[in-house]
């Protein structure tokens, strides 16, 4: 009976796969389409050969003659004409145009200023296969400046493939709903009942495996607050959640904690632990400090409770290439 369900599931699966396929397709030719209209607009325009009527003109004939298609009225047109003008140039973004959705390439278009930033929300929408939601959801919290400045540099890496680049130095855990005072324990069931908004944030190659995760030393029980397992590492990493200021104390229970998961529950084939301490605030100083002679991979992170402001953030950049340029000059004189 085993052994026929799971020809059952493997059918199942050609099944889901083929329709997931058949939509990627339809997607790419859509996409394609979009972009040889909007460079057709594009081309005519530039030429001169027609007036300021044009486009207009074109959105009542087509809805003339194809009343059933629709987005191609004139604001959809003027979006095509500003999607191929945006990537024409960019050899490294044109290749990415047809593997998102066309909503999500308007949400990124009306959202970033920058080639980088687009191009790394389209890395993310293609990894981690965004809906509209959880996209402008990153977008609204500053996904892209938070990496940078997690990274310490301004020049963003596509796809995280280092530890450090897989988290930032800053989550925005506006979706939890605490109010201004609540304990370490109110706020762990917080994220634990929004579970799925947690993992947007901290990133979809997370799988959660439990809260309050039972680990024993000697005689004694001891319990990690959350333990997940990241696919893109290969390794367990243990969450643990403070409502204060990092404090250096906490380093050496996570030490402790992450010991204890490799002597024990990591797999033979899975790569040393990895802590994340995500406190309410942190002293760079202290942290540098407490992690100078400290060799387990570990994470100091702070928590928003609320949106932080993009200008905010963009400043924060700012800064950082201002001490960049003056560092560089210091090295050149």
Known sequence: MNEMKNDFIAI??????SRENALRKVNEELILLYWNVGKYISEQLESQKWGSSYVDELASFISNSCPEVKGFNRRGLYRMKQFYETYKNNEFVSPLVTQISWTNHLLI???TKTDEERAFYMHLCIRERYSKRELQRQLDSGYFERYLL???KLEPVPIPSTISNNFLDTYVLEFLGLSDKFSEFEFKKAIIANLKDFILEIG??????????RVM????DYYIDLLFYHRGLGCLVAFELKIGAFKPEHLGKMNFYLEAL???????NENPSVGVILCASKDDEVVEFALSRSMSPTMISEYSLKLIDKNLLRLKLHELAEMADFNQLEDEG
């Open 12 to 17: 199942v699966n050609l099944i889901q796969q």
């Open 109 to 111: 278009l009306s959202g």
């Open 150 to 152: 997690s990274a310490g």
């Open 204 to 213: 979809k190659d997370f799988t959660f495996v439990g809260e309050e995760y």
């Open 217 to 220: 030393v000697g005689n004694s």
């Open 262 to 268: 490799d002597r024990e529950h990591k797999r033979y």
